[in-house]
């Protein structure tokens, strides 16, 4: 199996070293993986410094020394978490799910001599089941791994730099944009999705867009044309997955249906403080880092109409968001501390409410990094999310209440939650992360299936993830 | 009468024209860098990572080219620290960087392994000396004394050595090279440092052991062998040291002499840089020197080099931003930002750690061990 997986990975490198005039890998001898360390060469090796490695396996028995020398290095990593609903939503209990990742890239200046070119491929195994969509009905869905089960490519790209100061670089291929568009790094923390990709687009955009677990073919540009002040623009399919089922991860269900239907046209300007080569004076106190971010996406498939019995549709749609994370405080009395506090906040609206079920969503919070002297890599995290739904669905809603008395269904409105999160590092490769999330008006309001008359009611959310990179 | 006025006018302009100018002289040395550019992956053939030393070749001997720039790794590629091999050698003429030494895991002589630390030099007679700082579990629970170990210029291993002076050599090395013999200042940063669980119950930190040295190293150099040491002396001690889980140990880090015969030293724990008199020739210690600066810009300095204008610069380790200090009067003048990257708050901490004058003293080279990578800095 681990020849197998040898030999795959050499085929990876010749196949990108065609038409490339440095490309001349070298051939796989027996000779070449020669293990050095206790812990390449024991089966039990790498229990030896288990506690302050990077990964549970080490060097995974020579493998990641053997694809260095490539230039490749691989990344396996899981995810797992148990959350439950002890109140609320449409049942009550806990779920069970899973997300193992695997990437692997290479740096084509160690393996052909050429600077500043990354390639990169990696796939998901999702397992498990989604509480989400089991018991909560929440538009904002409470694990961002959430997803239907299945094994599939995730994304395939290559990235060039260019200019001096790797002031430009140009990313082409099957991406995922919420790795690079509207990101908070602050939010990451959180459990929730819409931490990660923010609700709007997850439901006005396409198959929820380009985002994971699906991703999109598509041109990336990256310019920072001064160190403060960075430029990122994409154009991509406007759909991530074929029009054959009304759920896109089953229309793609291995990522490699590759799509190509309109065009979602993204752009995005940051603005970062400290930026490399700033000078501070002696006397300047202190100041505090952060990043600043506008942004707007146009998709230019059609979007049906949210009038009742409309069967319009209407070219286009698009949406403009907003984010930032500052740096509120850093420890002052101790120099030899990094524990700082910081406030997030993100938010994306769009004026087109005829199309679209969520006209406006934000996050924000807060995180605490080394809450607890010497907890060096924990961080404990509040935050909250918002989705409202347009007034075109509302609209909606009432005009079926009108057509239809004797059933008639909650107008949906807005949905709230918070959450409150803590991450403990157990090792350099270990995260334990216990998680609480409330949810107010769940769905916006959405009708309770087992309970007639009744919307959902507001849900509690308990859980631990565990995140284990290999 | 209309020829005074004119005189008078051309002299306005002429002061004038010499006032601007004053204005515009740089006042230091880091104000004169604006361009900060990725040079190469520092990441080895087998994958070993975390570059540590920097220094830059000043002749060319065996694989090594005058004004190629050197690098040792201090992690395995599973990221344990103290368990580095490997130094690189970037060429700045072809850009191209190859693996000058890979050493083996264990060496004899050098007790507790290899882990390439910040302590590296290399003598115009071609010779490179690099420090040891080894570990078995990336903490100084299992660390060994080490030792300083002697390469020739095709990267192989000719010489260790190792003594009850010599524990876990750790700063960037300064030096005196006459050719036919050298001096060689060390800090030592290992003795009695337990692991990282054993904590000051005051600070909840790992405790700090006073211990902490700087030994003079006399070499006397053969023509065509390789060093022998001729005299050591401890020139300064007691500087703090204690395990860290994050940097693997903190101690006295960046070393460079100044006029009158001075070494400065970067005392990170006391956040402090601290000067010696009469490095090369005093007999006795002294002790943990007098105070430079303190405070300030200062954020755990690291290694220390000196710009053309004799001031020194200090890599700051818990905030991404190299400071720059007029030892004559220990004023800190600024500091630049050489590392912003804010996936790590403050921004760039822990990422930063040698530095390194370019010969034309216009730029100075740096590393990057969050990103593995050897950047230079210039105008």
């Given at each position: 199996?681990?020849?197998?997986?040898?030999?795959?990975?050499l085929?990876?490198?010749?196949?990108?070293?065609?038409?490339?005039?440095?490309?001349?890998?070298?051939?796989?001898?027996?000779?070449?993986?020669?293990?050095?360390?206790n812990?390449?060469?024991?089966?039990?090796?790498?229990?030896?410094?288990?506690?302050?490695?990077?990964?549970?396996?080490?060097d995974l028995?020579?493998?990641?020394?053997?694809?260095?020398?490539?230039?490749?290095?691989?990344?396996?990593?899981?995810?797992?978490?148990?959350?439950?609903?002890?109140?609320?939503?449409?049942?009550?209990?806990?779920?069970?799910?899973?997300?193992?990742?695997?990437?692997?890239?290479?740096?084509?200046?160690?393996?052909?001599?050429?600077?500043?070119?990354?390639?990169?491929?990696?796939a998901?195994?999702?397992?498990?089941?989604?509480?989400?969509?089991?018991?909560?009905?929440?538009?904002?869905?409470?694990?961002?791994?959430?997803?239907?089960?299945a094994?599939?490519?995730?994304?395939?790209w290559?990235?060039q730099?260019?200019?001096?100061?790797?002031?430009?670089?140009?990313?082409?291929?099957?991406?995922?944009?919420?790795?690079?568009?509207?990101?908070?790094?602050?939010?990451?923390?959180?459990?929730?999705?819409?931490?990660?990709?923010?609700?709007?687009?997850?439901?006005?955009?396409?198959?929820?867009?380009?985002?994971?677990?699906?991703?999109?073919?598509?041109?990336?540009?990256?310019?920072?044309?001064?160190?403060?002040?960075?430029?990122?623009?994409g154009?991509y399919?406007?759909?991530?997955?074929?029009?054959?089922?009304?759920?896109?991860?089953?229309?793609?269900?291995?990522?490699v249906?590759?799509?190509?239907?309109?065009?979602?046209?993204?752009?995005e300007?940051?603005?970062?403080?400290?930026?490399?080569?700033s000078?501070?004076?002696?006397?300047?106190?202190?100041?505090?880092?952060?990043?600043?971010?506008?942004?707007?996406?146009?998709?230019?498939?059609?979007?049906?109409?949210n009038?009742?019995?409309?069967?319009?549709?209407?070219?286009?749609?698009?949406?403009?968001?907003?984010?930032?994370?500052?740096?509120?405080?850093?420890?002052?009395?101790?120099?030899?501390?990094?524990?700082?506090?910081?406030?997030?906040?993100?938010?994306?609206?769009?004026?087109?409410?005829?199309?679209?079920?969520?006209?406006?969503?934000?996050?924000?919070?807060?995180?605490?990094h080394?809450?607890?002297?010497?907890?060096?890599?924990?961080?404990f995290?509040?935050?909250?999310?918002?989705?409202?739904?347009?007034?075109?669905?509302?609209?909606?809603?009432?005009?079926?209440?009108?057509?239809?008395?004797?059933?008639?269904?909650?107008?949906?409105?807005?949905?709230?939650?918070?959450?409150?999160?803590?991450?403990?590092?157990?090792?350099?490769?270990?995260?334990?992360?216990?998680?609480?999330q409330?949810v107010?008006?769940p769905?916006g309001?959405l009708?309770?299936?087992?309970?007639?008359?009744?919307?959902?009611?507001?849900?509690?959310?308990?859980?631990?993830?565990?995140?284990?990179?290999? | 009468?209309?020829?005074?006025?004119f005189?008078?006018?051309?002299?306005?302009?002429?002061?004038?024209?010499?006032?601007?100018?004053?204005?515009?002289?740089?006042?230091?040395?880091?104000?004169?860098?604006?361009?900060?550019?990725?040079?190469?992956?520092?990441?080895?053939?087998?994958?070993?990572?975390?570059?540590?030393?920097?220094?830059?070749?000043?002749?060319?001997?065996?694989?090594?080219?005058?004004?190629?720039?050197?690098?040792?790794?201090?992690?395995?590629?599973s990221?344990?620290?103290?368990?580095?091999?490997?130094?690189?050698?970037?060429?700045?003429?072809?850009?191209?960087?190859?693996?000058?030494?890979?050493?083996?895991?264990?060496?004899?002589?050098c007790?507790?392994?290899?882990?390439?630390?910040?302590?590296?030099?290399?003598?115009?007679s071609?010779?490179?000396?690099?420090?040891?700082?080894?570990?078995?579990?990336?903490?100084?629970?299992?660390?060994?004394?080490?030792?300083?170990?002697?390469?020739?210029?095709?990267?192989?291993?000719?010489?260790?050595?190792?003594?009850?002076?010599?524990?876990?050599?750790?700063?960037?090395?300064?030096?005196?090279?006459?050719?036919?013999?050298?001096?060689?200042?060390?800090s030592?940063?290992?003795?009695?440092?337990?692991?990282?669980?054993?904590?000051?119950?005051?600070?909840?930190?790992?405790?700090?052991v006073?211990?902490?040295?700087?030994?003079?190293?006399?070499?006397?150099?053969?023509?065509?062998?390789?060093?022998?040491?001729?005299?050591?002396?401890?020139?300064?001690?007691?500087?703090?040291?204690?395990?860290?889980?994050?940097?693997?140990?903190?101690?006295?880090?960046g070393?460079a002499l100044?006029?009158?015969?001075?070494?400065?030293?970067?005392?990170?724990?006391?956040?402090?840089?601290?000067?010696?008199?009469?490095?090369?020739?005093?007999?006795?210690?002294?002790?943990?020197?007098?105070?430079?600066?303190?405070?300030?810009?200062?954020?755990?300095?690291?290694?220390?080099?000196?710009?053309?204008?004799?001031?020194?610069?200090?890599?700051?380790?818990?905030?991404?931003?190299?400071?720059?200090?007029?030892?004559?009067?220990?004023?800190?003048?600024?500091?630049?930002?050489?590392?912003?990257?804010?996936?790590?708050?403050?921004?760039?901490?822990?990422?930063l750690?040698?530095?390194?004058m370019?010969?034309?003293?216009?730029?100075?080279?740096?590393?990057?061990?969050?990103?593995n990578?050897?950047?230079?800095?210039?105008?």
């Amino acid at each position: 199996m681990w020849i197998l997986f040898r030999l795959l990975c050499l085929v990876f490198v010749a196949i990108f070293s065609i038409n490339t005039a440095f490309a001349t890998p070298p051939t796989l001898t027996a000779s070449q993986f020669q293990p050095t360390t206790n812990e390449t060469i024991s089966p039990f090796g790498f229990v030896n410094g288990i506690s302050r490695s990077g990964y549970l396996l080490g060097d995974l028995w020579g493998l990641r020394p053997w694809l260095s020398q490539y230039g490749m290095s691989l990344n396996i990593s899981e995810t797992s978490e148990v959350l439950g609903n002890p109140t609320g939503g449409v049942h009550h209990g806990a779920d069970y799910d899973g997300l193992t990742q695997m990437s692997l890239q290479l740096e084509t200046e160690k393996a052909f001599h050429l600077y500043g070119g990354t390639f990169n491929v990696s796939a998901l195994q999702i397992h498990g089941r989604n509480l989400s969509a089991d018991n909560l009905d929440s538009l904002q869905t409470a694990s961002g791994i959430e997803a239907d089960r299945a094994t599939r490519l995730w994304e395939l790209w290559y990235q060039q730099k260019f200019l001096e100061e790797d002031r430009m670089d140009v990313k082409i291929g099957q991406q995922s944009l919420d790795q690079e568009f509207m990101v908070s790094q602050e939010a990451l923390l959180f459990v929730n999705t819409m931490f990660g990709w923010p609700a709007l687009p997850s439901y006005d955009m396409p198959g929820g867009g380009p985002a994971y677990p699906l991703s999109t073919l598509g041109v990336r540009l990256r310019a920072r044309p001064i160190n403060s002040l960075t430029f990122l623009g994409g154009v991509y399919s406007g759909n991530p997955a074929p029009d054959t089922n009304p759920d896109p991860q089953k229309a793609n269900p291995s990522g490699v249906s590759f799509p190509m239907d309109g065009v979602l046209a993204i752009a995005e300007l940051q603005y970062s403080y400290p930026s490399l080569g700033s000078m501070v004076s002696a006397d300047q106190s202190s100041s505090l880092s952060g990043t600043y971010k506008i942004g707007a996406w146009y998709d230019s498939l059609k979007f049906a109409d949210n009038a009742y019995n409309s069967i319009s549709e209407h070219q286009g749609n698009y949406a403009f968001y907003a984010v930032m994370d500052q740096m509120i405080w850093s420890d002052p009395n101790d120099p030899d501390s990094d524990r700082t506090i910081n406030f997030f906040a993100r938010a994306m609206g769009t004026p087109l409410e005829d199309r679209n079920l969520l006209d406006f969503s934000m996050n924000a919070g807060f995180t605490f990094h080394e809450p607890f002297r010497n907890r060096d890599d924990d961080t404990f995290g509040i935050g909250m999310g918002y989705a409202k739904v347009s007034n075109g669905i509302a609209d909606y809603d009432r005009d079926y209440n009108l057509n239809n008395p004797g059933s008639p269904v909650p107008v949906q409105s807005g949905e709230t939650f918070v959450e409150v999160t803590y991450q403990y590092a157990l090792t350099p490769w270990c995260t334990l992360q216990p998680d609480f999330q409330y949810v107010f008006n769940p769905g916006g309001g959405l009708p309770n299936p087992n309970a007639a008359g009744q919307r959902i009611k507001n849900e509690a959310v308990i859980g631990i993830r565990a995140n284990i990179i290999f | 009468m209309h020829a005074i006025k004119f005189k008078n006018l051309v002299l306005a302009m002429l002061t004038l024209a010499v006032n601007v100018a004053d204005a515009r002289e740089p006042k230091g040395f880091l104000e004169t860098i604006h361009h900060h550019i990725t040079l190469a992956s520092t990441v080895a053939d087998n994958g070993d990572d975390n570059p540590y030393a920097l220094i830059v070749a000043p002749v060319s001997a065996g694989k090594i080219h005058k004004n190629d720039v050197l690098m040792d790794n201090f992690n395995r590629i599973s990221n344990l620290q103290g368990t580095g091999t490997t130094i690189m050698d970037y060429n700045p003429a072809t850009k191209e960087i190859t693996t000058f030494a890979d050493l083996p895991p264990n060496v004899p002589g050098c007790p507790g392994g290899i882990g390439l630390s910040t302590a590296m030099v290399m003598l115009k007679s071609g010779w490179v000396i690099v420090g040891s700082t080894p570990s078995t579990d990336g903490t100084t629970r299992t660390m060994g004394p080490g030792g300083l170990l002697v390469l020739d210029s095709n990267g192989n291993l000719v010489e260790t050595w190792a003594n009850t002076n010599i524990n876990d050599p750790w700063g960037n090395i300064a030096a005196i090279d006459n050719g036919t013999n050298a001096i060689l200042f060390v800090s030592m940063a290992g003795l009695d440092v337990p692991g990282p669980g054993v904590r000051d119950p005051q600070t909840g930190r790992p405790v700090i052991v006073n211990k902490a040295t700087v030994l003079r190293i006399e070499l006397s150099i053969p023509e065509g062998k390789p060093p022998v040491i001729t005299g050591q002396t401890v020139v300064a001690n007691g500087f703090g040291q204690r395990a860290d889980k994050d940097a693997f140990l903190v101690g006295p880090t960046g070393l460079a002499l100044g006029l009158n015969d001075t070494l400065y030293v970067s005392d990170a724990l006391g956040n402090q840089i601290v000067a010696i008199p009469d490095a090369s020739t005093r007999t006795n210690s002294a002790g943990t020197g007098v105070v430079v600066t303190k405070d300030g810009l200062l954020k755990r300095p690291l290694a220390l080099t000196t710009a053309p204008n004799g001031h020194l610069l200090a890599i700051n380790a818990l905030k991404g931003q190299v400071v720059e200090i007029d030892p004559a009067s220990g004023k800190q003048l600024y500091a630049q930002w050489i590392d912003a990257d804010q996936a790590q708050q403050p921004p760039g901490n822990g990422d930063l750690f040698g530095i390194a004058m370019t010969p034309d003293g216009k730029a100075f080279y740096y590393v990057e061990d969050d990103m593995n990578t050897l950047m230079e800095a210039m105008r």
